[in-house]
Nanobody
């Protein structure tokens, strides 16, 4: 059984910073991409940032230059450093990862964390 557990959410004023963390635990053979999504009330879930196994990254246009995604492969952990936060960044942030497990064969499955709330006040 694989679990993704996020931490680091909270409330901050506009212009402030937060750092989210997500740890993948369980019987894991490898991790491919790791990503952060977010979902604001009444909105669809959207991709914020993604980091591949080779550490290449991509970001939503709305966060480029303000957010930084990174990973620690030894700890199966992904981070999201969020700077210059804006009220429109308010959302529940979800961790996502493609994790290789063994179930009758080696395979990659997509997992989600439970979400962490980020609230930015003006």
């Amino acid at each position: 059984q694989v679990q993704l557990v996020e931490s680091g959410g909270g409330s901050v004023q506009a212009g402030g910073s937060l750092r989210l963390s997500c740890v993948a635990s369980g019987t894991i053979f490898s991790v491919d991409h790791m990503a952060w999504y977010r979902q604001a009330p009444g909105e669809q879930r959207e991709l914020v940032a993604i980091i591949e196994s080779d550490s290449s990254t991509d970001y939503a246009d709305s966060v480029k230059g303000r957010f930084t995604i990174s990973r620690d492969n030894a700890k199966n952990t992904v981070y999201l450093q969020m700077d210059s936060l804006k009220p429109e960044d308010t959302a529940v942030y979800y961790c996502n990862a493609a994790v290789q497990i063994y179930y009758r064969d080696y395979r990659f499955l997509n997992y989600w964390g439970q979400g962490t709330q980020v609230t930015v006040s003006s």
